[in-house]
């Protein structure tokens, strides 16, 4: 029997070294597709710019101050992840402008937000890992993995993914896996921006010492997503206005800290390619810019019904 029990614990230890080595961090289910009710919280907004409800997707968007930046918190419940949540992907090597017309793209869109910014030569640099001084690199979504619906665009060996993957068991965080663990997920959407998206993990803060990294410390637009279970997610969207000049990395991990618990938190974008749109539930209803994207984008997420 102590033999046994020995040979199960080697087991164990294997198999989280293994988890670990892949990269996985989300939150892992025994069943992945099981359904998650609307999550209830304690926060709340100064009040709800808007709001949406079905019998297969709800959402609230909500106003407040944080830190003296005006802030929307977008509280999200899909019945199915899978389906429901899209992405819409630049054409290789271009980008994406913003308009009403993404509604037309994605069929059924009732809300959506920028994911990833047109890379620049400017910023961020190439990663050290990164094979050759590739051209569509700066043209596309940051990442050695892309998939848009289901299709694989990108498929760079030996370069680790560090991003969110949408499958069955809904959107889940990756940080330096193998391509091959994330494909086996079978994903049918990828985001992915820079290697440093990850901002906490189970209420664990991933940022460097506070003050050492000037890109966290820098009052900034933004848009992070963080993932409360399978078919709950918020998306804080942090415009640019004349009162308001935008959040540090580190102010926001102290906002989820301080009044979620969340699975993890990733910063999907930001700076002036912010954006957030949505469609109310009333009949004919049409995509209404809630905060316009001045700056072009190299992919969406969006949710539909």
Known sequence: MRRFLCFFLVLAVCFCAACAEDG??????????????PAEYT?????????????TAVWTIESFTWDRAFCLLTKLWVKDPARQIRKVNAPWGEDLGWTPDLALQ?????????????????????????PGESADYY???????????GEILRNLEDVPYYGLALTEGGIVLYRGADNGAVLAAEPVQTWAFYENCALQVNGEDLLPEEGTWSFAKTRAARTVIARVDRNNYLLLTVPYRDDSYGLSLYSINRFFSENFETEWVYNLDG???TGLYYRTDKENAR???????????????CITE
Do not use: H
């Not at 289910?29 to 099981?34: G, K, P």
């Not at 990833?116 to 050290?128: C, R």
């Not at 043209?139 to 619906?149: A, E, F």
């Open 24 to 37: 996985f961090t989300g939150f892992v289910e025994e069943d992945v597709t099981a359904e998650c009710p």
């Open 271 to 273: 700076g002036y390619s």
């Open 139 to 149: 043209n596309t979504t940051l990442g050695s993995l892309v998939v848009t619906d």
């Open 43 to 55: 926060f709340t907004g100064k009040r709800v710019s808007a709001q949406y409800a079905s019998d």
């Open 287 to 301: 995509l209404t810019m809630l905060i316009k994207s001045t700056q072009r984008v190299a992919d969406v997420l």
């Open 106 to 130: 994605v069929p059924g869109t009732i809300l959506a937000v920028n994911a990833s910014g047109f890379i620049t030569k400017a910023y961020p640099e190439i990663p050290e890992n990164w």
